[in-house]
């Protein structure tokens, strides 16, 4: 059965402290994993697609890398306009067009 | 450009009524999917349309369903409502492929 695992569920971070969000997979064949960002009453933002493992994307403070198992999205030198939930998704070959959702990291950076 | 536009953003109904969501998709965005969210499931797929054709669907019992229109607007409809109904129903549209799926802010529906 095809499995996305966030973690850690929350995170409390100081403006300034950079940290990692993982996300990792189980899946019958990738065909992308794709990060969004989601903020109270909102839908969520689209922030990067990866497609193959060693791929690398980049905005701003935002840093997405994909493995064959997992993702990371690397958080650098965050500020308090980066608190949100950030969620994680991939798109598999037996789900077809559907995106099968992690339960999201909620991060909260204080100044 | 416009983004995806879901209406109405609130919702209450009861238990046993039906009611219809509507999604309006990014212009030239051709593909239209339903996820509802709820705080213990997270985010889950309902079903997407394509050129009006129901192309793949998820593990919701048949009280749901939807439809797309020639000019790819979507709506979605829930009948004979639960309790278990409440949640956010977000709408996502895509070019198409593996393009990645862009969101609405979503239909908060409560049940009482």
């Known amino acids: 059965e095809d499995q996305v695992t966030q973690s850690p569920e929350a995170l409390r971070l100081q403006e300034g402290e950079s940290s990692s969000l993982n996300c990792s997979y189980t899946?019958?064949?990738?065909?992308?994993l794709f990060w969004y960002r989601q903020d109270p009453g909102k839908g969520p933002e689209f922030l990067f697609t990866?497609?193959?493992a060693g791929e690398e994307k980049e905005k701003e403070r935002l840093k997405a890398t994909l493995t064959k198992k997992e993702s990371f999205l690397h958080i650098t030198a965050p500020k308090p306009e980066d608190s949100a939930t950030y969620l994680c998704?991939?798109?598999?070959?037996?789900?077809?067009?559907?995106?099968?959702f992690g339960k999201g990291t909620t991060l909260s950076v204080s100044s | 450009k416009a983004g995806v536009t879901q209406t109405p953003r609130y919702l209450i109904k009861t238990r046993g009524q039906q009611v219809t969501l509507s999604c309006s998709p990014i212009?030239?965005?051709?593909?239209v999917s339903w996820y509802q969210q709820t705080p213990g499931q997270g985010l889950q797929f309902l079903f997407e349309?394509?050129?009006?054709?129901?192309?793949n669907k998820g593990n919701f019992p048949g009280r749901f369903s939807g439809r797309q229109f020639s000019n790819s607007r979507s709506e979605m409809n829930v009948s004979t409502l639960e309790l278990g109904d409440s949640a956010l129903y977000l709408c996502?549209?895509?070019?198409?492929?593996?393009?990645?799926?862009?969101f609405g802010d979503g239909t908060r529906l409560s049940i009482l």
């Open positions: 990866l497609y193959s």
């Open positions: 899946v019958s064949g990738l065909r992308g």
């Open positions: 349309y394509f050129s009006e054709t129901q192309r």
């Open positions: 212009s030239g965005h051709r593909s």
């Open positions: 996502a549209s895509r070019l198409g492929g593996d393009q990645p799926q862009h």
């Open positions: 998704a991939v798109q598999a070959n037996q789900a077809g067009t559907a995106l099968i």
